[in-house]
């Protein structure tokens, strides 16, 4: 469905490739805070990642649950594949697992989702970056964010979230704790602000 939603999205609406914001209003559990990486926006819906939510499970985890390892071979992993990250990528398909990763990586499975960054969410690109032949720069994701048609739109006049164009450094910024406050800075908000603003016109 997913890879679907991204082969056919057709043109590509405003919102691709954009960071949504969360406003200090919006009060759904699973996105306060939270910023968003949409991949595709269309009028079919749109779909994207958290980028700044933690995953309690680690990429070493997935490697055993995935029998792609042993776990007699876990120590002599490199400490950059124990620490892989992994994310909560949205509540939608909180099982399944997707890499956003730059383009130096591609497979068969691999969908563009710019000119610099790319989306795989088969086994071949876990294998590969056990073994040291992932891409460059890349994040796990588990799960994602989806949007029905209007639905976004809708959320976004309410003042639900903001939107500004993506970043690639802050997609694969680690430093998750401080990753929603630049990505207001790279609108030239505080937090601060916000809060103060909220229930004014």
């Not at 405003?14 to 919006?26: S, W």
């Not at 003042?159 to 998750?176: H, M, Q, R, S, V």
Request: contains cysteine.
């Amino acid at each position: 469905m997913v890879e679907t939603s991204l082969r056919d999205a057709g043109e590509p609406g405003f919102l691709d490739g954009q960071f949504l914001i969360a406003m200090p209003g919006l009060q759904d559990g699973n996105f306060v805070r939270s910023v968003i990486y949409i991949c595709a926006h269309s009028p079919a819906g749109a779909m994207g990642f958290i980028i700044n939510r933690a995953q309690p499970v680690s990429f070493v985890d997935l490697l055993l649950h995935l029998d792609l390892m042993e776990g007699r071979d876990i120590p002599g992993l490199p400490e950059t594949i124990r620490r892989f990250p992994v994310l909560m990528g949205g509540p939608v398909e909180t099982g399944r697992g997707f890499v956003l990763h730059s383009d130096d990586y591609e497979s068969e499975s691999s969908i563009p989702v710019n000119d610099d960054i790319s989306l795989t969410a088969t086994l071949d690109i876990v294998r590969a970056i056990t073994e040291g032949r992932g891409p460059k720069r890349a994040t796990m994701l588990l799960g994602y964010a989806g949007w029905g048609p209007g639905q976004l739109e809708a959320e976004l006049s309410n003042n639900g979230w903001l939107n500004c164009p993506a970043t690639e450094a802050l997609i694969f910024d680690t430093a998750l704790d401080t990753k929603y406050d630049r990505a207001l800075a790279l609108l030239g908000v505080t937090p601060e602000a916000l809060s103060t603003d909220v229930g004014h016109a």
